[in-house]
Structure formats: structure tokens, C-alpha cells
């Protein structure tokens, strides 16, 4: 008898005996099924060991990683197929950023400069602006004072590079505001106020103008509200004393230099600030500035309305008794030793409503509507932000050393 092996390859050894004469066909059928079930149930077996062993052969580096991607596949296959993706990436972001953004502009600041041949007209500085309003052919545009300040010209920048000439209508160095006017042409929207006064702690705020120029506009910053109601002392006529106070809104959204004037807006899209400064020292990172909407409100009407800001007007010239030496303090002034906060009077405005109360030079304001008067920043405040022309007003002061008071009745200043 002669013996043969037969080897099911893919399946393991199986070994098949049989005798000479016999032939392979000749089998049973039911022994054939069986081994073909057998072989069936291999398979099935080895393919599951492999999809069990592959993760561990591709983390010890046997199969690389990613060798069953649709790629690989495909080279294996000699096929080549590209992809394309396509992402609509839309967000509460980039909604607001798409609300406010085309009402942002740049502000160009155009001064005449002398040159050996003759008078130059060049790019002095540049910053940004706000369109708020827009009324039959004509726009106007809220910016920073100190973007515009010394300016011969103005004109104002459209995202797609379009300069048209801009009319400053009015400007207020105290609250830091300018309006200016432009032909609405070019114009294709307008921002909308928010409510400055319902801002949080922790909410987010949107940054848009054109930091270092119009090289960069448009730019978009994104942060949060750091905080409200912050109390920023300035010194606005450069004799190293505050003489006014700022209230802002400060954030951590980036700020720099060409972004005064912009917007700060709220998740909504609405404008809630203008960015006006940042504190830029070495050793500080993230505060940003901007004053409340509703605090330019009033401020920007006037502007646009009256080319001014009418405020109250009291009639004094006053300095800040921290600026006043020990020896006037007692000998000039006569103050009780415990006086140290308050604002003396130098001069009293013929005419003005405290000449017609009373008060005369070398008086001392130590409160006003019963609130204390710290220095010339709190007057200031207390006279132009929480009073209006025709109030009354309680004054309390000091007189060779006695207290008294009197009640002033405001009026505008007419120029």
C-alpha cells in the first residue's frame, strides 16, 4: 500500500490517508462536508486572532500605525483617491464678530508737516472707529480724543482699503470721545448699543479694530470682562497730579496700540465699550480699557448734536489741597489740622452760579450733595457725571476755619 499527504494550506496541517486504487472523489460525502466545516471554523478562528493581536502588533511596532486605513488600502491597490474636507465652523464668536465687524473703521490721522521743498501732508498716527448711526446720506463715527488730537485732517478707512475725507463735528478730552462725520456711500453697517451697566465679571467680550496700523485690521481679540466700575486716575493737562477719573471696563482681550477707538462687544454682537487704553508696563500682561457705552452715550450726542459736551458748570478754578503746602494749608487757608482732603478755590467766575452762592476765593469744598470731596478728580466726577444743568447742589466748605454751606443752582457754561 502506498500513502500520500495532502496539505489544506491557510488552514493548519491536515493530513489525509488513503490506498492506492481508491479514488480522492470517491470519498463519502458526508466526510467531505465535515472537513470543509472544519475548515470553515479555522478560518473564522484565525481571523479572529488576528483582529484581537493587532492593536499589540501595532504598539510594539510590528504593523505600523494606521496600516488599515482607507490609504493604505488604497496603496496596496494601486489606487490614489484624494479627499477633500470641508468645515462651517459658525460659533456665538463668529456671529458677533460678523454682527460688529464691518462697523469698525480706520481712523487715519493726517498732519501737515514742513520739509526742506514745502508743507507735507503725512499719516501721523492711525487708530479705529465705530459707525453708530447712520441718517440720510450722512454717517457718524464714535472714536478716541487723543486719535484725532492735532489733526489738519481726517479721514477714515473701509476694510476694503476705501479712504474717504471725515469731518470732526466734536471732541471731548475728559471722557477721552470724538464723533466724526462721513459721506454713508461706503457705508454697509451699523453697530447697535449694548447695556454696559448689566456686564459681569467672567463675561466673554469681543476686541475688534486695527492694532499697529491698517496693516492689521479688522483684528478680532477675544477675552473676558476682568471687571467693571474701575477707577483709572488721569492727568489730562501734564503737571503730574490727576485732575480726572476714568471709569472703564477693564478685560484681558489683547489691546494695543492703533485698537483706541474700537469696539468692545459683547457675545451678542453689541457694542458695549470703547477700547481706549492698556496699562504698559513691563511687569503687567492682559488689562485692557475701554469706557462703558453708556457712559459715551450722553457724550457722543452732545458732540454730534452741539460740537461740545454741555455739562454743569459751577464757576471756580480749584486745586486739590494735596498740592498745597503745609504753610498755606494753616496760614492761608486756615484749615483745622484734621482737613487734609478737599479742593481750594483760586478763583470764583463772576456771574457763575457760586459767585451767586456765596462761595469766594480761598474757600475749601470738602463735600458736595453731602458725599466727600477727595480732590479735583471728585468734584469733577460728582459735578459731570451725576449732575445736569439746572440741578441743584449742596456745598460744604471751609471758611477761615469754619464750616459752612450753601446751595448752587447749575447752569451751562456759555462760551
Given amino acids: 500500500?502506498?500513502?500520500?499527504?495532502?496539505?489544506?494550506?491557510?488552514?493548519?496541517?491536515?493530513?489525509?490517508?488513503?490506498?492506492?486504487?481508491?479514488?480522492?472523489?470517491?470519498?463519502?460525502?458526508?466526510?467531505?462536508?465535515?472537513?470543509?466545516?472544519?475548515?470553515?471554523?479555522?478560518?473564522?478562528?484565525?481571523?479572529?486572532?488576528?483582529?484581537?493581536?493587532?492593536?499589540?502588533?501595532?504598539?510594539?511596532?510590528?504593523?505600523?500605525?494606521?496600516?488599515?486605513?482607507?490609504?493604505?488600502?488604497?496603496?496596496?491597490?494601486?489606487?490614489?483617491?484624494?479627499?477633500?474636507?470641508?468645515?462651517?465652523?459658525?460659533?456665538?464668536?463668529?456671529?458677533?464678530?460678523?454682527?460688529?465687524?464691518?462697523?469698525?473703521?480706520?481712523?487715519?490721522?493726517?498732519?501737515?508737516?514742513?520739509?526742506?521743498?514745502?508743507?507735507?501732508?503725512?499719516?501721523?498716527?492711525?487708530?479705529?472707529?465705530?459707525?453708530?448711526?447712520?441718517?440720510?446720506?450722512?454717517?457718524?463715527?464714535?472714536?478716541?480724543?487723543?486719535?484725532?488730537?492735532?489733526a489738519n485732517e481726517i479721514e477714515v478707512s473701509f476694510s476694503n482699503g476705501t479712504r474717504v475725507s471725515a469731518k470732526i463735528l466734536g471732541s471731548d478730552d475728559l471722557m477721552d470721545l470724538a464723533v466724526l462725520e462721513i459721506d454713508a456711500g461706503h457705508v454697509t453697517k451699523v453697530a447697535t448699543f449694548g447695556n454696559s451697566d448689566k456686564l459681569k465679571a467672567g463675561e466673554p467680550v469681543i476686541a475688534i479694530g486695527n492694532p499697529l496700523g491698517l496693516q492689521f485690521s479688522g483684528s478680532v481679540t477675544q477675552g473676558v470682562v476682568s471687571g467693571v466700575n474701575r477707577v483709572i486716575p488721569q492727568d489730562l493737562n501734564g503737571d503730574g497730579n490727576p485732575d480726572w477719573q476714568s471709569e472703564v471696563i477693564q478685560t484681558d482681550a489683547a489691546i494695543n496700540p492703533g485698537n483706541s477707538g474700537g469696539a468692545l462687544v459683547n457675545i451678542d454682537g453689541e457694542l458695549i465699550g470703547i477700547n481706549s487704553m492698556k496699562i504698559a508696563q513691563e511687569a503687567v500682561e492682559g488689562i485692557g480699557l475701554a469706557i462703558p457705552i453708556n457712559m459715551a452715550r450722553p457724550i457722543i450726542n452732545d458732540l454730534e448734536r452741539y460740537g461740545e459736551v454741555r455739562r454743569p458748570y459751577l464757576g471756580v478754578s480749584t486745586l486739590s489741597l494735596s498740592e498745597v503746602s503745609g504753610y498755606h494749608l494753616k496760614e492761608t487757608l486756615k484749615l483745622p489740622h484734621d482737613v487734609v482732603n478737599g479742593v481750594a478755590v483760586l478763583k470764583v467766575e463772576p456771574g457763575s452760579p457760586a459767585a451767586k452762592a456765596g462761595l469766594k476765593e480761598y474757600d475749601v469744598i470738602v463735600e458736595l450733595d453731602h458725599s466727600k470731596v477727595r480732590d479735583i478728580a471728585t468734584l469733577r466726577k460728582h459735578l459731570y457725571i451725576e449732575k445736569e444743568i439746572g440741578d441743584k447742589m449742596n456745598v460744604t466748605f471751609y471758611r477761615d476755619g469754619k464750616k459752612k454751606s450753601t446751595e448752587v443752582k447749575l447752569t451751562r457754561q456759555m462760551k
Fill in 1 to 150: 500500500m502506498q500513502t500520500f499527504t495532502m496539505i489544506n494550506e491557510g488552514f493548519g496541517d491536515s493530513v489525509e490517508h488513503y490506498d492506492e486504487g481508491q479514488e480522492p472523489n470517491s470519498r463519502p460525502p458526508k466526510r467531505r462536508r465535515g472537513y470543509f466545516a472544519s475548515a470553515l471554523i479555522g478560518a473564522i478562528i484565525g481571523a479572529l486572532i488576528v483582529l484581537l493581536l493587532m492593536p499589540a502588533l501595532v504598539r510594539n511596532g510590528i504593523l505600523p500605525d494606521g496600516w488599515m486605513t482607507d490609504e493604505n488600502r488604497d496603496e496596496q491597490t494601486g489606487s490614489t483617491i484624494q479627499k477633500s474636507v470641508s468645515l462651517d465652523v459658525t460659533t456665538a464668536v463668529t456671529k458677533a464678530v460678523s454682527e460688529a465687524n464691518a462697523a469698525v473703521v480706520g481712523v487715519v490721522n493726517i498732519q501737515n508737516s514742513e520739509s526742506f521743498w514745502n508743507d507735507e501732508r503725512t499719516d501721523a498716527g492711525t487708530g479705529s472707529g465705530v459707525i453708530y448711526k447712520k441718517q440720510g446720506n450722512k454717517a457718524y463715527i464714535v472714536t478716541n480724543y487723543h486719535v484725532i488730537k492735532g
